[in-house]
């Protein structure tokens, strides 16, 4: 009986050797999450959430959801309400996707009209030359260019209002959102950004107020 168990025991054994190498992962199917420092590394890594992942099921929660949005607004425009920081995609139907985001802190708040003038996935980053001063004279050194990736203050996506320094753009930072800390960019959670890149035009209409 004994003898049996260890023959048995040793044909498990090889076939489990025999089949190892067969074991095989699919880089593509993995996020890289954090902790990169390797620019052209973060610039290919893949967001939490995909576009195609995104179903209007999905767009429901507190800080995203499809309401009942009495608008002048034509179908496509972005409506931003810095005072309940919250941006509206307009839909048709009487109706808008609200995302909660974040503003302008004081001082760098703005209203105004404009139109939506470029789209970039993993946006990089040129901080104004007054911005690299003003943060320098607060002790936060920033650099004068960064590639786009998982580090960049951009974030995933980035959709560039008018001929202006503001955007519409990710973040690092997601506990930011809901509060008045940017420089005058409005900024979202990623996987927001994403979303509402998908849906946006160029030449789209943003009105900030």
């Known amino acids: 009986m004994f003898k049996s168990f260890l023959?048995?025991?040793?044909?498990?054994?090889?076939?489990?050797?025999?089949?190892?190498?067969q074991i095989q992962f699919a880089p593509e199917t993995f996020t890289i999450i954090g902790g990169i420092q390797d620019t052209q590394v973060a610039s290919s890594a893949r967001p939490s959430i995909l576009p195609n992942q995104i179903s209007?099921?999905?767009?429901?929660?507190?800080?995203r959801a499809i309401i009942n949005f009495d608008t002048t607004l034509t179908p496509g425009s972005i409506l931003v309400r810095t005072a309940e920081r919250k941006l509206y995609f307009i839909l048709p139907n009487g109706q808008a996707i609200m995302y909660r985001v974040g503003v302008g802190r004081e001082g760098f708040s703005w209203s105004g009209r404009n139109e939506i003038s470029r789209k970039a996935v993993w946006p990089k980053w040129t901080p104004p030359k007054v911005m690299i001063k003003r943060e320098a004279e607060r002790g936060h050194i920033i650099p004068e260019f960064m590639e786009g990736g998982a580090n960049n203050p951009l974030g995933a996506r980035a959709l560039y209002i008018g001929g202006t320094d503001f955007r519409i753009h990710g973040t690092t930072q997601p506990w930011s959102i809901g509060h008045a800390v940017s420089s005058g960019c409005i900024r979202m959670l990623n996987e927001h950004v994403i979303d509402l890149y998908d849906r946006v035009k160029l030449g789209a209409k943003v009105v900030v107020e």
């Open 56 to 63: 209007n099921d999905d767009v429901s929660g507190p800080d």
């Open 7 to 21: 023959r048995i025991s040793a044909i498990a054994l090889m076939f489990a050797q025999a089949h190892a190498t």
